[in-house]
């Protein structure tokens, strides 16, 4: 267990639908991470929090839509997703300092399948 | 194209062999470097890093080698055992901004008992 949870493990939604993910670190971390992980392509940093301000958004669509309420939690709202979307989404936790990068650790992930 | 990648996808070795999973980088300015594991149906694990000022890091049965001349990382793995059976990534940080690592595709180590 690295102290990163994430829920639900696994997903299926239509494209249509709005759902969430959750993610809880138990480090006592600053820093929290969403990235996409698809078959046979390294993994695609989405956002990056910072103390719970958002700091990185890499050109993700307004499909998926971040909310950091306090350092331990994050959650990703994914609305009129396309089945393109389907893929591992893994969050991860870092201690978090301006301006240097520090070990990120991941959560085991949530599989996501669109239909 | 990705500047970090991989010179094999799949390394195959037997039971108490040593391991050793290359990286390359294309970037100068990169200065910290990370190799996590990943099993099937797990998230990535850290295994060990290393910042550019060194080129040698040693931890419990796992060795990185930096050389930042031909910008070149390995991973060794000493002994290798049936739990080592995962994908292995490394990752490289280009300076600047919180987060931005930068991930390799990957490497499918399997270990034959």
């Known amino acids: 267990e690295t102290g990163v949870t994430q829920t639900p493990r696994h997903l299926v939604m239509g494209m249509t639908n709005k759902k969430s993910l959750k993610c809880e670190q138990h480090l006592g971390h600053n820093a929290m991470y969403w990235y996409k992980q698809s078959a046979k392509k390294p993994l695609e940093l989405m956002f990056v929090?910072?103390?719970?301000?958002?700091?990185e958004n890499n050109s993700v669509p307004s499909r998926f839509s971040p909310e950091c309420p306090n350092s331990s939690h994050l959650f990703l709202h994914l609305h009129t997703l396309q089945p393109e979307d389907s893929a591992l989404y893994l969050c991860?936790?870092?201690?978090?300092?301006?301006?240097?990068?520090?070990?990120?650790?991941f959560g085991p992930g949530t599989r996501l399948t669109v239909l | 194209g990705e500047s970090v990648g991989l010179h094999l996808p799949t390394l195959s070795v037997q039971e108490g062999d040593n391991s050793i999973i290359n990286c390359a980088y294309s970037n100068s300015a990169s200065d910290y470097f990370i190799w996590y594991k990943q099993e099937s149906g797990k998230g990535p694990q850290f295994i060990i890093d290393?910042?550019?000022?060194?080129d040698k890091r040693q931890g419990q049965r796992v060795t990185v080698l930096l050389n930042k001349t031909v910008k070149h990382l390995s991973l060794q793995i000493a002994a290798t055992q049936p739990g080592d059976s995962a994908v292995y990534f490394c990752?490289?940080?280009?300076?600047?901004?919180?987060?931005?690592?930068?991930f390799g595709k990957g490497t499918k180590l399997s270990v034959k008992p």
């Open positions: 990752a490289e940080n280009r300076g600047g901004s919180q987060g931005n690592l930068i």
């Open positions: 290393i910042r550019s000022n060194m």
């Open positions: 929090y910072n103390f719970k301000e958002q700091t």
């Open positions: 991860a936790s870092s201690q978090g300092s301006s301006g240097k990068v520090d070990t990120q650790y």
